[in-house]
C-alpha cells in the first residue's frame, strides 16, 4: 500500500527556477503546497546566500516562498556542528549565507585554534584563506564542506566551486572534508526534521540522479525525477536506482499535492 504523501521536499535549481526564470508549473506547485497547508521545504547545496536572500530571489521570478521554507546546506551545515559540537569555533571561507548560518547557530568564527574549517562557496575564493585553512586543518582542526559540487555556473562558463577547493585543501593536508549537503542524506533527514516530517510520507523532488534522487532514495524517500534540469530521460538508465518516476516538470506534481 503506498502512503499518502503529508510533505514535500523540492530541489530549487533546474526544479523550480533556471537562470532567474520560473520553470513551468512552479509557482502553481508552489501555490498548491501552501493552499493545502502541506509542510514543505525547497532545498539548495548553494551557500552562498540566506534564506531571505532566496526569498527574494524566487520572488523576482513570481514564486512566492516563505523565508522559513527555505533549507540550504549552510543551514544543514550549522545544525550539523551544533548536534556535533554546540557552541563550538569554526574558520569559514564562504559568504553571508554560510557565515549567517552559523552565528545564528551560536559558533565563534575564529582564525584562532578553531573547532572546525568550514568551506563553503564564495565566488572569489581567496588564496590567503585557502592557506590560513591548510595550515589550521594541519594544526588539528577537523575539515567540514557544505557540499561535494566541483562546478557551479555563470554568464560565461563553469567556475570552480566547494567540491574544487576542498580536493585542493585535502591534496595539500592529506584530509577529506565531511560533506553535509546533497548527496548525503544527512541533508534531506535535518530537512525532515526541520518541518517534522516523516520519510514514509515524504517525496522528494529533484532534476539530478546524482544528487537529489540518491540522497531522497538513501533517507527513505519517494523520489520524483523532473526534466527541467540538467537530466535527460535517457540518461536515468546509466544509474543503477530509479527514482519513483521521472515527470516532464513540477506541473506533473500538482495533481499529488
Known amino acids: 500500500m503506498t502512503r499518502e504523501i503529508r510533505s514535500w521536499l523540492s530541489d530549487m535549481d533546474g526544479v523550480l527556477v533556471h537562470e532567474g526564470t520560473a520553470l513551468p508549473g512552479a509557482a502553481e506547485f508552489v501555490d498548491a503546497l501552501k493552499a493545502a497547508g502541506r509542510p514543505f521545504l525547497i532545498l539548495t547545496n548553494n551557500s552562498i546566500f540566506t534564506p531571505r536572500d532566496l526569498r527574494a530571489r524566487l520572488a523576482a521570478t513570481g514564486l512566492d516562498v516563505p523565508e522559513e521554507s527555505i533549507w540550504t546546506s549552510a543551514l544543514a551545515t550549522a545544525q550539523f556542528l551544533t548536534d556535533q559540537m554546540p557552541g563550538g569555533s569554526a574558520y569559514v571561507i564562504g559568504e553571508a549565507g554560510l557565515t549567517t548560518a552559523l552565528y545564528e547557530a551560536g559558533y565563534t568564527l575564529t582564525a584562532s585554534r578553531p573547532d572546525f574549517v568550514v568551506l ?23 575539515f567540514i564542506a557544505t557540499n561535494p559540487d566541483v562546478t557551479g555556473p555563470s554568464a560565461d562558463g563553469d567556475l570552480p566551486a566547494t567540491g574544487a577547493v576542498a580536493a585542493m585543501i585535502s591534496a595539500a593536508t592529506g584530509r577529506k572534508p565531511y560533506f ?17 516530517a516523516h520519510s514514509e510520507t515524504t517525496v522528494m523532488v529533484g532534476d539530478r540522479m546524482d544528487t537529489d534522487v540518491v540522497a531522497g532514495i538513501e533517507a527513505g524517500l519517494r523520489t520524483y525525477l523532473v526534466l527541467t534540469g540538467s537530466t535527460r530521460e535517457q540518461d536515468v538508465q546509466r544509474f543503477p536506482f530509479r527514482p519513483t518516476a521521472v515527470l516532464d516538470s513540477v506541473q506533473d506534481l500538482i495533481a499529488l499535492v
Not at 187 to 196: P, V
Open 120 to 142: 563553503g562557496e564564495t565566488r572569489t575564493y581567496s588564496f590567503e584563506a585557502i592557506t590560513q585553512a591548510i595550515r589550521l586543518i594541519q594544526g588539528g582542526a577537523r
Open 180 to 196: 553535509v549537503g546533497k548527496p548525503n542524506p544527512m541533508m534531506i533527514r535535518s530537512a525532515l526534521n526541520r518541518i517534522d
